[in-house]
C-alpha cells in the first residue's frame, strides 16, 4: 500500500545513509569508501526496493492462486516486519547489507500487497462510478 513512500523514503537521509556505510566501511576496513563506491552502494540501496518489487509481482499470482487474496495479504504482512527488522537493526549489527536485504524485502512486500488488493479495490470502485457520472451530470 506504501509503494511510492516506500520507493523515495531513502531520499531525504541519504547523507546520514552514506556516512553509516563510510562509518562502517572504516571500522571493518581500516579506510573509507571513495565517492564513487560510495554512490554504487547508495544505488543499489535505492534500486534494490524496484528489483523486490519485480520478484514480488512475478510471485503473486501464484500465492493468490494457493492462498487466496485475503490468505495472501495475511500471509505476506510478515514480510514487512521482518525488512523493516533487517533495516531497523543495521545501524546496530553494523550492517550496511542489512539495509539492502530489508529493502528487497519490503519491495517484495509493496507489490505483492498491491497487487493481491488490486481486485478488492476495483470491485469497490466500479460501482461508485455510475453513481459519480449521474452526480456530474446534473448540472
Known amino acids: 500500500m506504501l509503494y511510492g513512500y516506500n520507493l ?8 546520514y ?7 562502517t566501511m572504516v571500522a571493518r576496513n581500516g579506510t573509507g569508501l571513495d565517492d564513487k563506491t560510495l554512490t554504487l552502494f547508495y544505488s543499489v540501496t535505492v534500486s534494490v526496493f524496484a528489483i523486490g518489487g519485480m520478484v514480488g509481482s512475478l510471485m503473486v499470482g501464484i500465492l493468490v492462486t494457493r492462498f487466496g487474496r485475503k490468505g495472501t495479504l495475511v500471509r505476506i504482512t510478515c514480510l514487512v516486519f521482518i525488512g523493516g527488522a533487517f533495516m531497523g537493526f543495521s545501524r546496530t549489527f ?6 539492502i536485504v530489508g529493502r528487497f524485502i519490503t519491495g517484495v512486500h509493496s507489490v505483492t500487497d498491491k497487487k493481491s488488493n488490486q481486485n478488492q479495490i476495483k470491485q469497490r470502485i466500479i460501482p461508485l462510478c455510475p453513481a459519480v457520472l449521474n452526480m456530474l451530470s446534473k448540472d
Open 94 to 99: 553494523g550492517s550496511p547489507e542489512m539495509i
Open 17 to 23: 545513509i552514506k556516512a553509516f556505510y563510510n562509518q
Open 8 to 15: 523515495a523514503v531513502v531520499n531525504s537521509p541519504a547523507e
